[in-house]
């Protein structure tokens, strides 16, 4: 495997190409949401969660970061072992909230993503299999939650050093001017 690090924007039109990209995966998130497909929209969401969360890590660590590190890592690295200590480690603690919001929605995601079709001893082993994606509904909707919390706050943080992140103006905002991305 190629070591591979998350791009910085504003080269080349980076920036203008991520944001169309993620106008479209999150419209595909909402109609997801809408069919309820569930577990689409969760692998969707798990993608933009963690590219929001390795430009903030790139941000923070003042260093590039790998392209294939899970949302659980990032967030992990985040959060660090030792905030007033580790300089490479988020300092806000609002911030610090979102990300640990977002790790509990990963362990989420991952039984959702890889739990779904499993058959165990458990009070859901008598559930169709229907009625098991249907239960991921909430995950899906917490995703997007916590996504839009996460973009607000790292949007704010960039406003005060006069910057804007490819998600601006509005790319997770479902009530948007209805020109729709193209897919």
Excluded at 54 to 75: E, F, H, N, Q
Excluded at 94 to 107: L, P
Excluded at 127 to 135: K, T, V, W
Aim: glycine share 6%; with cysteine.
């Amino acid at each position: 495997m190629i070591h591979a690090i998350r791009d910085v924007g504003g080269h080349g039109g980076l920036g203008s190409r991520r944001h169309e990209r993620y106008r479209a995966a999150f419209d595909r998130v909402m109609d997801c949401v809408e069919k309820e497909y569930y577990l689409e929209a969760i692998a969707i969401l798990d993608s933009l969660i963690c590219d929001r969360l390795s430009s903030r890590l790139a941000y923070v660590m003042g260093s590039d970061v790998d392209l294939y590190w899970t949302c659980p890592w990032l967030c992990g690295k985040l959060l660090g072992k030792d905030p007033p200590k580790n300089a490479r480690c988020e300092k806000d603690q609002d911030f610090r909230n979102a990300v640990r919001d977002i790790q509990k929605w990963a362990d989420r995601r991952n039984e959702a993503l890889h739990s779904t079709a499993k058959v165990l001893r458990s009070d859901t082993s008598r559930l169709n299999f229907a009625a098991i994606l249907r239960s991921h509904r909430k995950d899906a909707v917490d995703g997007i939650k916590y996504l839009q919390v996460f973009d607000a706050l790292d949007t704010k943080s960039r406003a005060s050093v006069g910057k804007k992140p490819a998600s601006y103006p509005n790319a997770f905002l479902p009530k948007r001017s209805r020109t729709r991305s193209r897919r």
